[in-house]
């Protein structure tokens, strides 16, 4: 069945460029999804690719799909304090009414 | 910025009672969800609404769970009678019409089975 992983933790120093990553095994997937968890709050969109796309880039955010490998990255730069979360890559499976696998979640802590 | 909004933020319920949790999706968005996130694990899809009906459901969804829009803002999930591992986050999202469009979700609801 579709399976999203990701690494579980990060951690970098404030100003580096942190580069989180998944693996995803649904290549009909249409959109891969990174989404933002602070403590005790809800799901952020931070950014979603459309799966003919290799790249999208939104201010420090930027991510990098290469289908043939099912691998999404997702890398902020010039990481703040504040960039410190849960960071959720999701995939949405062709096919489906738009609901959403999930990876365990990446935890970023940024060091000052 | 509109926004998903649930309510409450956190219930306590005894085993084998009723709980509804609420949401109220974006005002023009057109699909809804409900997923649900155990303590340390995945996020998880339960179920989407679509046009008054569901769309499309997950192995988690069984009997006990059910869905309704009881009027034209609201989006609900009731747990029928409720078990100590139904204890999560849950989470309700909606999606504007158009396929290209990413959902977007609340807060949560932390649900805490005693």
């Known amino acids: 069945g579709e399976d999203v992983e990701q690494s579980l933790f990060l951690s970098v120093r404030e100003g580096d460029s942190s580069v989180i990553n998944c693996t995803y095994t649904?290549?009909?997937?249409?959109?891969l999804y990174w989404y933002k968890q602070e403590p005790g709050a809800g799901l952020q969109l931070l950014t979603y690719i459309f799966s003919n796309m290799d790249m999208k880039q939104d201010q420090r955010l930027t991510v990098l799909l290469n289908k043939k490998d099912k691998h999404l990255s997702l890398r902020i730069a010039d990481t703040q304090t504040g960039d410190s979360a849960i960071y959720f890559c999701a995939e949405r499976p062709g096919g489906s009414q738009g609901n959403l696998i999930f990876g365990k979640g990446t935890k970023l802590s940024v060091k000052p | 910025e509109p926004e998903v909004t649930q309510t409450p933020s956190h219930q306590v319920t005894q085993m084998g009672q009723e709980v509804i949790l609420r949401c109220v999706p974006i005002?023009?968005?057109?699909?809804f969800y409900w997923y649900r996130q155990i303590l340390g694990q995945k996020v998880e899809f339960l179920v989407s609404f679509y046009n008054n009906e569901i769309s499309e459901k997950s192995e988690i969804f069984d009997d006990q769970f059910s869905v309704e829009r009881p009027d034209g803002s609201n989006f609900t999930l009731k747990i029928r009678s409720t078990k100590l591992e139904d204890s999560a986050m849950y989470f309700c999202?909606?999606?504007?019409?158009?396929?290209?469009?990413?959902?977007?979700f609340g807060d949560g609801t932390r649900l805490s089975i005693l």
């Open positions: 005002s023009n968005h057109l699909y």
């Open positions: 649904d290549s009909s997937s249409t959109y």
């Open positions: 999202a909606s999606r504007f019409g158009a396929s290209n469009q990413p959902q977007h």
